[in-house]
T-cell receptor, first 108, second 116 residues
Framework: KQEVTQIPAALSVPEGENLVLNCSFT??????LQWFRQDPGKGLTSLLL?????REQTSGRLNASLDKSSGRSTLYIAASQPGDSATYLC???????FGAGTRLTVKP | DTGVSQDPRHKITKRGQNVTFRCDPI?????LYWYRQTLGQGPEFLTY????????KSRLLSDRFSAERPKGSFSTLEIQRTEQGDSAMYLC??????????????FGSGTQLSVL
């Protein structure tokens, strides 16, 4: 069974900082990996999906990388804004298990 | 693409009562997942369907929980004899699992259950 770990559990940064969120998984036999954000009391919104054949995927200020062999993915957020404050979750597909996420707070 | 719909959005019930939630996935999506989420935790996998077949059920799911997807479209999750520990957000997600394993999850807004 896939085990997903996200580090750090919580992160607080001033507006404008670049930051990196980490996701590790135990079973590298995945097809792709999806990053989500979740606002309090809401469902999950998909941010990026990286296919196993890709190493990176970009959307606006977000960049996600995937290293299947080491069981790691990172989500890079450039020039963070208060509106980025949310919980960020990753899920390797095929198993669709989640870690506890990283709770991000961006202070104005 | 009308998105994944969940009904109701909120449910308050008394301990011992039965509750049923409904999820309408994106049409043509063949997979449907149910998750439970408590405050500060990530979504906890409960069960999933491929079309109408229930392919996996978490061992954390007691026999008070049952899910169905009778025609491979909408799904229901029933909790019998609710307990206060069942209070949580129940999330539904759907996907189109294609050849090669490519799959992208889409989530509904969830049903918030409060057991008094």
């Amino acid at each position: 069974k896939q085990e997903v770990t996200q580090i750090p559990a919580a992160l607080s940064v001033p507006e404008g900082e670049n930051l990196v969120l980490n996701c590790s998984f135990t079973d590298s036999a995945i097809y792709n990996l999806q990053w989500f954000r979740q606002d309090p009391g809401k469902g999950l919104t998909s941010l990026l999906l990286i296919q196993s054949s890709q190493r990176e995927q970009t959307s606006g200020r977000l960049n996600a990388s995937l290293d299947k062999s080491s069981g790691r993915s990172t989500l890079y957020i450039a020039a963070s804004q208060p509106g980025d404050s949310a919980t960020y979750l990753c899920a390797p597909t095929g198993d669709m298990r989640f870690g506890a996420g990283t709770r991000l707070t961006v202070k104005p | 693409d009308t998105g994944v719909s969940q009904d109701p959005r909120h449910k308050i019930t008394k301990r011992g009562q039965n509750v049923t939630f409904r999820c309408d996935p994106i049409s043509e999506h063949n997979r449907l997942y149910w998750y439970r989420q408590t405050l500060g935790q990530g979504p906890e996998f409960l069960t999933y369907f491929q079309n109408e077949a229930q392919l996996e059920k978490s061992r954390l799911l007691s026999d008070r929980f049952s899910a169905e997807r009778p025609k491979g479209s909408f799904s229901t999750l029933e909790i019998q004899r609710t307990e206060q520990g069942d209070s949580a957000m129940y999330l539904c997600a759907s996907s189109l699992r294609g050849t090669g394993g490519k799959e992208k999850l889409f989530f509904g807004s969830g049903t918030q259950l409060s057991v008094l």
